[in-house]
């Protein structure tokens, strides 16, 4: 019997179709009028950026240069059902001047032996962006920033510089926007025939947000696609949904001004 491949690494591929299948085996209650939802939209163009053990040097230091400029990001993690290894740390720089954003795609199962000069090189640059002056919008503190620990754990952070992370977790700030605005506002109920949130027991999950806020969805599993960039683009997805929430929150967008920007959006396709 061969023992050697209980110490194998999955391959992203692997980890992509295991959580697929665990996403697969979740109930997740979609609003009754999900048909009206559009696909999801992101605010501008980006380019997935990944990062591995074969991530050439001069990508990274590409990248490098970009966060040194960089003051704002949006960060999701992904990890293997509820409870396993955390496969990916997802971070999207918000480059406002630019016409398209890079996302960073961190492989955690993938990146380089300790101490080689790449894996010093991938060190700094996570050093350079989460500099305690920069702003990181991430959903839920308890699972995001408790994925997030596996740098400390790779020692690409210190435990000193993580815990001066400034971030803004969105999960409750957006649900209490929606219901704020919905209660206050009669534009809503009088112009809108969407219906809004009021399962006050369920979780306010990124998805719903996207769903209840934007009329749109990021939730297209398709049981027959084994496509990897297309598993990584629905990832991505997730971060970028971030960015998009956080748009609200830091305007504190009016119902009205809402409309408007959907209004304006409804036509452009990015992905």
């Not at 720089?93 to 010093?120: D, K, V």
């Not at 308890?142 to 210190?158: E, F, G, P």
């Amino acid at each position: 019997m061969n023992n050697t491949d209980q110490y194998r690494v999955p391959s992203l591929i692997e980890q992509a179709r295991a959580d697929f299948e665990y996403q697969k085996s979740l109930s997740i209650d979609l609003p009754s009028h999900s048909i009206l939802l559009n696909i999801f939209q992101p605010l501008k163009p980006y380019r997935i950026c990944p990062i591995h053990r074969l991530t050439s040097i001069d990508h990274v230091l590409f990248l490098l240069e970009k966060v040194k400029k960089t003051k704002t990001y949006s960060i999701d993690t992904n990890k293997i059902g509820s409870e396993g290894h955390v496969t990916l740390i997802i971070i999207e720089l918000r480059e406002i001047e630019e016409n398209e954003n890079c996302i960073l795609t961190f492989e955690m199962l993938h990146l380089p032996i300790p101490y080689t000069y790449l894996w010093t090189m991938i060190q700094k640059l996570l050093k350079t962006i989460f500099r305690s002056q920069n702003k990181f919008f991430i959903w839920n503190n308890n699972n995001n920033r408790n994925d997030l620990c596996v740098l400390i754990d790779h020692h690409y952070l210190s435990p000193d510089a993580f815990y001066e992370i400034n971030m803004f977790e969105l999960q409750n700030s957006s649900k209490h926007w929606h219901h704020r605005r919905h209660e206050h506002n009669e534009y809503y109920s009088s112009k809108s025939s969407y219906h809004p949130y009021k399962q006050n027991g369920d979780e306010w999950t990124i998805e719903k947000a996207i769903n209840y806020l934007f009329h749109e969805s990021i939730i297209k599993f398709n049981k027959n696609m084994h496509n990897p960039l297309y598993y990584m683009n629905h990832y991505v997805c997730y971060c970028l949904a971030l960015t998009k929430v956080s748009l609200i929150i830091e305007l504190d967008w009016t119902w009205e001004q809402m409309a408007q920007f959907k209004k304006f959006y409804q036509n452009t396709k990015i992905i």
